[in-house]
């Protein structure tokens, strides 16, 4: 079985697509996801990065809560989490998104963001208390560095805290680090890993290699960070020697780089994929390409030597 698939709302409210910016057609593409049979979502309280809270506001509106389980984040302000996990910031963001998305508790509660300004002993505070208040099912923290999760997992241990039992990270087919840097301590504290951005943000798709960006992310802001992260000549000589292993057998490199997430990664099933797509046929195809389950594996194989990203 592969892992469980979520459906990731960051673009939701983003003024630079139009049709996802009203509550009519985000219920549309919801409707969508839910027949495809996910029936979790990722959101943020700072997303969309450029319309704040939007997609929060998106999701209350379109009583998404009733449908799915929430999944989301506590705010940060830009990039950086600093400060975002002190005791009042985490209350008021855990409130203000209750708030907004209309609903009780939600999924997963997240730290965003490491915050190098707020003591660690603080933060695991500050996230027991939101589990204990029933605000939250379960506590994940997302893009933590090793140390900083060991320290917080002793923190919770030494004090009976809750234990993030979710860890969100960037993995895909060329951006491989977490496999040595992180997989082998989630393993042992049994934390799920929920990888985020499975197609690069769409590097993997080929557009940007291919400079077909017209009318996609890569052509606005929110391309901006896939593009300092990949926009690279090594990984661009990556997306076309993919392509030249997958095409000849009818594979686009899209379906490859899920494939190979679902079936040839270190996922396991109880593991996690955040699907981004910013259109319903994107979000089909996507969904039905796992279905074909593994890669040939003559094509895992030769996936093997393919160059990747190894710093973010
Ligand atoms: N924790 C964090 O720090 C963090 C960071 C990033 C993301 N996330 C979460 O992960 C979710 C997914 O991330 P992501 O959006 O970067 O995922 P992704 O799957 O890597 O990229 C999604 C983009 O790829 C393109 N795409 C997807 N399917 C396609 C298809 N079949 N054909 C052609 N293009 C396709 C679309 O780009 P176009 O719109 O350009 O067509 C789509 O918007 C986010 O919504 C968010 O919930 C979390």
């Not at 969508?32 to 049979?37: E, G, R």
């Not at 802001?221 to 990984?235: I, M, V």
């Not at 996690?272 to 003559?298: C, F, H, T, Y």
């Amino acid at each position: 079985m592969p892992p469980t698939l979520f459906y990731g709302t960051a673009i939701f409210g983003t003024p630079t697509i139009p049709s996802l910016t009203e509550p009519e057609g985000v219920s549309k593409l919801l409707d969508s996801v839910h027949s495809l049979d996910i029936t979790e979502l990722d959101t943020a309280a700072r997303y969309p990065p450029d319309n704040t809270g939007g997609s929060e506001r998106l999701l209350g509106a379109t009583r998404a809560g009733s449908n799915f389980t929430i999944n989301t984040k506590v705010l940060i302000s830009g990039t950086s989490g600093d400060g975002s996990l002190s005791k009042d910031a985490v209350r008021a963001s855990v409130a203000n998104s209750l708030r907004t998305l209309g609903v009780s508790n939600v999924g997963i509660l997240y730290a965003h963001a490491p915050d190098n300004a707020t003591p660690l002993e603080e933060q695991a505070k500050d996230f027991n208390e939101q589990y204990e208040k029933g605000y939250c099912e379960r506590i994940g923290v997302s893009n933590f560095p090793l140390d900083m999760l060991e320290k917080f997992l002793k923190i919770c241990d030494e004090c009976n805290y809750i234990k993030p039992s979710v860890y969100q990270g960037e993995y895909n087919l060329i951006r491989r680090d977490p496999e040595e840097a992180i997989f082998p301590l989630l393993r042992r504290h049994k934390i799920h890993f929920v990888a985020y951005s499975p197609l690069g943000g769409g590097f993997l798709t080929g557009k940007l290699t291919a400079g077909n960006t017209e009318g996609t992310r890569f052509d606005g802001p929110l391309g901006q960070r896939f593009k300092a992260l990949y926009d690279k000549p090594e990984l661009h000589a990556s997306i076309n020697e993919l392509k030249r292993i997958t095409e000849p057998l009818g594979i686009s490199p899209t379906a490859a780089a899920l494939r190979w997430l679902a079936h040839h990664s270190e996922l396991r099933q109880e593991d996690g994929i955040i699907l981004g797509a910013s259109k319903i046929e994107q979000l089909r195809q996507n969904v039905k390409d796992i279905k074909q389950g593994p890669l040939p594996e003559s094509v895992v194989e030769a996936i093997r030597a393919i160059k990747v990203a190894t710093t973010a």
